[in-house]
């Protein structure tokens, strides 16, 4: 992630980038126009106005805090670290620190099919959202047993935490207010100590629910958005990555057929999108320099959304009486 | 660059009966005779390029179309004036024909299927662009109050202005009493709509140049036009019913249109499509008539079903092979 933010902040007009912290400095082979550290204090003490913290999430909330507190803005990747506890400290730095701009990562928000099918759900053209179905998974590579990220340790959650996280802040950015939730968590496939899957069902007191499948076997890349409403319906697919490996980005929007008994149509006519440019990464970045530089408030991926998304995660954990958050609860 | 790909039930029936499509095609040959006589053309070049050279050229309803070399796109030349083109619009018997009997039969299906579809597509950009404030749009080049109409329902809360109207405005003034109908002053537009307007512009690099200039930064530009490239076109060529003059003074091929708007500059093009449902059936109707595409003939001969049929229209939409185009371009 930290090659990708470093891409876009090189490209901005406005930002320029003075120091990086990598540990692994074979990464940073360019390294002739920053200066190159491996000891994150150093980033804390510079005199750098704004941060891109890209770490595993259990140094998340330690570098956000030491930046906030020295009045640095802060560009924060999700999960927005390991527990609740972690995004409230980061809230109480920022509440300390209010001239501060704190945002996270929620990337997919920013991205052509996301954009539009908000924009439709807005126009209310097809009503209002009656239940939303997510898919979202991993092939689970070669390497991906090794990864920090399934050490709870480390990262404080399997791939609901990782991965499913996106899909929570999608549904809560769609809907929201969820009040109740059923989660079921397997490791099954893997045998981490933490979730390989996720089930995840929730309601809010509207009447409206969701449903999503986290998955570290799904053995594909997969992401997959349904939003059902009253007067039809979408269907988002794919995401336009560097690799592809999420296949096409598409949208698909689906009006209601009214039907009678005799004649079920079940199948009406479809508008499919297709999306070429990804222009999230940059898109993210122009919000955060934008509220810098205007001195606004943040209102999308702020802090608020960072504890709702996180909330969900913790409460599918709670109710999943799996072992690893059960020892962690009591 | 995003590309949409549409289903729909629309069938060429609803919005252009034949009976009627005949009586307008007749009139229309005696307006072309008497309004356009000979001498008050003017020659034009390929409205894109400049370019002389051309690949070929027919004759439909006494006007003469080329087609450019570089590009293939289709242009009528010679050519009337807008002044020319407003008398043709004001006057003509063909257009008198179409406001009093084509629109009123077709306007319950046009609104339905064509009209406010359309509108709703630039809703959803709208929305995404400008979130719910109140906008200030135009249409320019209108030849019917449908749109104008249609804008009533879907941006009730946003102005929306008629530019260079091609037709009386005294029309609207009858069904609109309480609107104020007249030409725009030079304000600067949210957006713009050119719904078919480049397909019947005396020129169009002026057209999307102004275009440019009333939009204000960040503005979009919604466009709907025919295409040269389409596999209507592409098939039939002059055979093509869905093209006549001189309300098509110019089809753009895709590779064209990209370069009208590279022309003008100062847009960034955020979709492309070709939309259109009535290529495929549009050239199974004609395909008696035409007698070097056997393969063509084949497919939808021997082989047609419906599942050929509509994977054949998702390939034409995919690639942007369609006849019928949609753009949204941004004023940068």
């Known amino acids: 992630m930290g090659e990708i933010r470093r891409r876009i902040v090189d490209q901005h007009p406005d930002l320029s980038l003075s120091i990086v912290c990598e540990i692994d400095s074979d990464k940073l082979l360019d390294n002739g126009r920053f200066t190159l550290v491996r000891d994150p204090q150093k980033v804390i003490e510079s005199d750098v106005e704004a941060v891109f913290i890209c770490t595993p999430n259990y140094l998340i909330p330690g570098l956000t805090v030491q930046c906030i507190k020295r009045g640095k803005h802060v560009f924060c990747e999700k999960p927005p670290?390991?527990?609740?506890?972690?995004?409230?400290?980061?809230?109480?730095?920022?509440?300390?620190?209010?001239?501060?701009?704190?945002?996270?990562?929620?990337?997919?928000?920013?991205?052509?099919?996301?954009?539009?099918?908000?924009?439709?759900?807005?126009?209310?053209?097809?009503?209002?959202?009656?239940?939303?179905?997510?898919?979202?998974?991993?092939?689970?590579?070669?390497?991906?047993?090794?990864?920090?990220?399934?050490?709870?340790?480390?990262?404080?959650?399997?791939?609901?935490?990782?991965?499913?996280?996106?899909?929570?802040?999608?549904?809560?950015?769609?809907?929201?207010?969820?009040?109740?939730?059923?989660?079921?968590?397997?490791?099954?496939?893997?045998?981490?100590?933490?979730?390989?899957?996720?089930?995840?069902?929730?309601?809010?007191?509207?009447?409206?629910?969701?449903?999503?499948?986290?998955?570290?076997?799904?053995?594909?890349?997969?992401?997959?958005?349904?939003v059902i409403l009253e007067e039809g319906y979408l269907k988002l697919e794919g995401l336009l990555s560097k690799t592809g490996s999420y296949g096409r980005e598409t949208l698909v929007i689906g009006r209601r057929q009214f039907e009678d008994e005799t004649e079920a149509v079940g199948n009406p006519s479809e508008e499919t999108i297709y999306f070429d440019n990804d222009l999230s990464w940059e898109l993210e970045v122009n919000k955060f320099t934008d509220v810098i530089l205007n001195e606004k408030q943040v209102v999308e991926s702020s802090s608020i959304d960072a504890y709702n998304a996180m909330e969900l995660v913790h409460l599918c954990y709670e109710d999943s009486d799996f072992p690893i958050y059960k020892k962690e609860k009591n | 660059m995003e590309r949409a790909i549409v289903h729909s039930d629309l069938k060429k029936q609803e919005i252009q009966p034949q009976s009627l499509l005949d009586k307008y095609l007749a009139l229309l040959d005696i307006d072309i005779q008497n309004i356009f006589h000979e001498g008050s053309l003017e020659a034009a070049n390929c409205p894109v390029t400049g370019e002389s050279h051309t690949r070929e050229s027919f004759q439909k309803l006494h006007m003469k179309y080329l087609i450019s070399q570089s590009l293939g796109n289709i242009y009528i030349s010679p050519r009337p004036s807008p002044k020319l083109l407003k008398n043709f619009y004001y006057n003509s018997k063909a257009r008198e024909f179409w406001i009093n009997s084509v629109w009123p039969e077709t306007r319950i299906a046009r609104r339905e299927k064509i009209i406010d579809p359309q509108l709703m597509w630039a809703k959803t950009f709208l929305t995404q662009y400008f979130g719910e404030r109140k906008l200030l749009m135009a249409e320019f080049l209108a030849n019917h109050w449908g749109y104008y109409e249609g804008s009533k329902d879907?941006?009730?809360?946003?102005?929306?202005?008629?530019?260079?109207?091609?037709?009386?405005?005294?029309?609207?003034?009858?069904?609109?009493?309480?609107d104020?109908?007249?030409?725009?002053?030079?304000?600067?537009?949210?957006?713009?709509?050119?719904?078919?307007?480049?397909?019947?512009?005396?020129?169009?690099?002026?057209?999307?140049?102004?275009?440019?200039?009333?939009?204000?930064?960040?503005?979009?530009?919604?466009?709907?036009?025919?295409?040269?490239?389409?596999?209507?076109?592409?098939?039939?060529?002059?055979?093509?019913?869905?093209?006549?003059?001189?309300?098509?003074?110019?089809?753009?091929?895709?590779?064209?249109?990209?370069?009208?708007?590279?022309?003008?500059?100062?847009?960034?093009?955020?979709?492309?499509?070709?939309?259109?449902?009535?290529?495929?059936?549009?050239?199974?109707?004609?395909?008696?008539?035409?007698?070097?595409?056997?393969?063509?003939?084949?497919?939808?001969?021997?082989?047609?079903?419906?599942?050929?049929?509509?994977?054949?229209?998702?390939?034409?939409?995919?690639?942007?092979?369609?006849?019928?185009?949609?753009?949204?371009?941004?004023?940068?």
């Open chain 1, 81 to 226: 670290g390991r527990t609740i506890g972690d995004i409230k400290r980061m809230q109480d730095a920022e509440k300390e620190n209010p001239d501060v701009k704190l945002m996270f990562g929620f990337n997919h928000r920013y991205h052509p099919g996301v954009l539009r099918a908000k924009s439709i759900v807005d126009s209310g053209k097809l009503g209002k959202i009656v239940a939303l179905r997510g898919l979202y998974g991993k092939s689970g590579g070669k390497n991906f047993p090794d990864s920090w990220r399934n050490d709870f340790s480390t990262s404080g959650g399997g791939i609901l935490l990782d991965q499913g996280i996106h899909m929570l802040d999608l549904f809560n950015y769609f809907l929201g207010g969820f009040t109740s939730t059923k989660a079921f968590l397997s490791n099954g496939h893997w045998g981490f100590e933490v979730e390989d899957n996720a089930m995840v069902i929730l309601k809010n007191n509207n009447n409206q629910m969701a449903v999503l499948h986290s998955s570290a076997t799904f053995w594909k890349h997969m992401f997959q958005l349904n």
């Open chain 2, 154 to 178: 879907i941006f009730p809360s946003s102005e929306y202005k008629l530019t260079e109207i091609l037709f009386n405005p005294n029309y609207l003034r009858k069904i609109f009493p309480n």
């Open chain 2, 180 to 332: 104020l109908i007249g030409e725009s002053d030079d304000s600067h537009f949210d957006a713009v709509f050119l719904f078919e307007a480049l397909d019947r512009a005396p020129n169009p690099v002026e057209l999307i140049t102004e275009v440019h200039t009333s939009l204000n930064p960040g503005g979009l530009c919604f466009i709907t036009c025919l295409l040269s490239s389409g596999f209507e076109i592409q098939i039939l060529g002059q055979k093509s019913e869905i093209f006549v003059p001189p309300e098509r003074m110019n089809l753009f091929s895709y590779e064209g249109m990209i370069a009208l708007i590279e022309k003008v500059g100062g847009f960034e093009v955020l979709e492309f499509s070709t939309p259109g449902v009535l290529d495929i059936p549009n050239v199974v109707s004609k395909l008696e008539k035409i007698d070097d595409v056997p393969f063509i003939s084949y497919i939808f001969n021997q082989r047609k079903n419906e599942e050929l049929d509509y994977s054949f229209h998702e390939f034409l939409q995919l690639n942007r092979l369609g006849t019928f185009g949609r753009l949204v371009l941004k004023k940068k």
